[in-house]
């Protein structure tokens, strides 16, 4: 009884030792194993398709940098920046700015892109979610800074202006792709992923940059 005992633990053992000896799954085959995994749970519904799971470099560069727990190299960062610095698409009729009290509503609007909403419903821009922007508005998040007179501390008086046209360009780039000024910018890339459209960015130019709008008061 003894020696069978002795017999089993040194099968144990053994089976131990071989486990340890196993490679282990590469980080490769791991991101492999759990996209598969995430995928198999998640099914066509609405307007939302499983293909919202397909990233492009960027997103998976800085997931990768975040699951690494460490920043990108400057490099790899700056390269990213260029990318989608290219991906900007300027006004196509030339004018920055749309009307800013349509871009306070798409700032409160948090709608979109979800299984139960309609694809004929413009998609909010849910500014107020990560920004203080308006001072009336009393419940904003902190995770981007205070968009609190942004024009007005930057010196932007009448945004048809040559002294302000760099500073507008700027803020029409910075919402139509985040990433292009910041690699791993928790922003959404609006314009870029085609959550907003062309006129619903020169809206939130407007209410960031019109000396009129509340933001600048």
């Known amino acids: ?13 053994g089976g131990v ?11 490769a085959e791991l991101d492999k194993t759990t996209a598969e995994a995430v995928k198999a749970s998640f099914r066509d519904q609405g307007i939302v398709k499983v293909s919202v799971l397909n990233t ?4 998976k560069a800085c997931s990768a940098a975040d699951a690494a727990g460490k920043p990108l190299d400057e490099k790899m960062a700056k390269a ?10 300027w006004p196509s009729n ?25 694809a004929k419903t413009p998609n909010g821009g849910n500014c107020y979610n990560c920004h203080q922007i308006d001072k009336a508005e009393i419940s904003f998040g902190t995770i981007g800074p205070s968009l609190y007179n942004f024009g007005k501390l930057r010196g932007v008086t009448d945004p048809n202006s040559p ?3 760099a500073m507008v360009e700027y803020t029409w780039g910075k919402i139509w792709n ?10 959404p890339r609006a314009g870029h992923m085609g959550i907003l459209t062309e ?6 130019v407007a209410l960031l940059l019109d000396p009129k709008s509340p933001v600048n008061q």
């Open 199 to 204: 006129a619903q960015v020169a809206d939130l």
């Open 1 to 13: 009884m003894k020696t069978h005992h002795h017999v089993i633990l040194s099968l144990l053992a």
């Open 80 to 89: 990213i920046e260029e990318a989608n610095l290219k991906t900007i698409k």
């Open 56 to 59: 492009d470099e960027t997103a």
């Open 17 to 27: 030792i071989v486990a340890g000896c196993a490679s282990s799954p590469t980080p």
């Open 178 to 187: 985040a990433k292009a000024y910041n690699a791993c910018s928790n922003m």
């Open 94 to 118: 030339g004018k920055f700015l749309g009307s800013w009290q349509e871009g306070e509503k798409l700032a409160q609007s948090g709608r979109g892109l979800t299984w139960t909403d309609d």
């Open 163 to 165: 002294a302000s046209k």
